[in-house]
């Protein structure tokens, strides 16, 4: 299937929120996507084998030079729009990093970027929300030319080329949305922890789809998983921890996809579905796919590990950067080793809204 075609919406092998069986991990048979599988690792990996301010702007202003003043810290680049604050860089180690992250999801959806079932005739006018560096807005644009896409993010990463029928804009959509007219699909994908009121987000999400419309969301939940004992007592469940707690105490939760479902269902969204994808952090698996997978989540995760962590660690948990370096060297070591079977589990949520809402 094409990516300009519709989208059919996948179902877990097991359903979400379900509580693991005792009995040790096999690899199971399902039409589900491998990827929420238990997966088996391969016991012939070998480790060492080469592979593959002030301002204020409405929702709808345009790139202005003034949002271009980033703010630096610990040698590294953060947005410097309004007072918004976000704990990942936008240098350009980072835009790379987020567009290795395109790739791993289209590898992951084999070739398709969204699973909401859209249907083709009904897109009007889509919204990317925490649009990065635009490049899945694009990609949509490309992939549906009749209709309208909208890229909008706190950070002018974005490039100055795109389709006719793609525009970016700089907001921040944790203040009150001034959009003039709703949209048939709002898309987000890996915004967890750019939103502290993550009920606030959904709700607004509902208020702006057009009635029949879709809601997709697609995020990372801390901390880092693992179906066996391999994980245990590493420096990489205790980094995934520390990810969590430091989140927490800056108010941006990175484990908030796991009220996703439930919150666009109170919001008044309908066939919700959410299947609960896995990232293997190297190629451990046996699966030849996951293996793929674990590649590409290995080099998104390590290639910038220091940018992911830095705010979280220094600002959330106090730590000196100098100790944070120490420990990553150690977690970089453990996100490499293949005898630990550890993965990041990835929500894939999308709902719709009804042609007719119930007051």
């Known amino acids: 299937m094409s990516a300009s075609e519709p989208h059919e919406a996948v179902t877990p092998a097991v359903p979400a929120g379900a509580a693991p069986e005792a009995e040790a991990p096999v690899t199971t048979e399902s039409e589900a996507p491998i990827a929420t599988q238990v997966l088996a690792p391969d016991e012939t990996f070998d480790d060492n084998d080469s592979a593959i301010g002030e301002d204020s702007f409405s929702s709808t202003a345009s790139i202005a030079s003034s949002i271009f ?3 630096v810290e610990n040698g590294r680049t953060y947005n410097g729009y309004g007072d918004r604050t976000y704990f990942m860089p936008n240098d350009e180690i980072e835009r790379d990093r987020l567009d290795l992250q ?3 999801f289209q590898l992951m959806f084999r070739g398709k970027i969204f699973t909401a079932p859209v249907e083709r005739t009904k897109l009007h006018r889509v919204l990317d929300v925490g649009t990065g560096t635009g490049i899945w807005a694009i990609d949509m644009g490309e992939a549906y030319p009749e209709a309208e896409v909208y890229g909008v993010d706190v950070s002018p990463i974005q490039p100055q080329f795109m389709p006719p029928n793609v525009k970016f804009e700089i907001d921040d959509l944790e203040k009150p949305w001034t959009f ?8 987000s994908r890996m915004i967890t922890g750019s939103f502290a009121n993550w ?3 959904i709700y607004r999400c509902f208020e702006f789809t057009n009635p029949g419309g879709y809601l997709e969301l697609q995020d990372i939940c801390l901390p880092i998983h693992c179906d066996d004992d391999t994980l245990k007592g590493t420096n990489l469940e205790k980094y995934g921890e520390l990810m969590l707690e430091g989140s927490v105490k800056l ?4 484990n908030s996809a796991l009220t996703t479902k439930k919150l666009m269902k109170d919001a008044g969204f309908v066939d919700v579905v959410e299947v609960i994808y896995k990232w293997p952090l190297n190629r451990w698996p046996a699966n030849k796919h996951m293996k793929e997978i674990g590649l590409w989540a290995h080099e998104v995760t390590i290639s910038n590990l220091s940018g992911l962590s830095t705010a979280l660690f220094t600002h959330g ?12 060297a150690d977690v970089r070591k453990d996100m490499k080793n293949s005898r630990i079977h550890s993965y990041w589990p990835i929500y894939v949520v999308h709902g719709r809204k009804p042609a007719v809402v119930k007051e």
């Open 199 to 201: 009920k606030e987000y």
């Open 251 to 254: 108010g941006v939760a990175l």
């Open 317 to 328: 948990l106090g730590w000196r950067t100098e100790e944070l370096e120490v420990f990553l």
């Open 180 to 187: 003039s007219e709703g949209f048939d699909f709002i898309f």
């Open 69 to 71: 003043k980033f703010r």
């Open 102 to 104: 395109h790739h791993l």
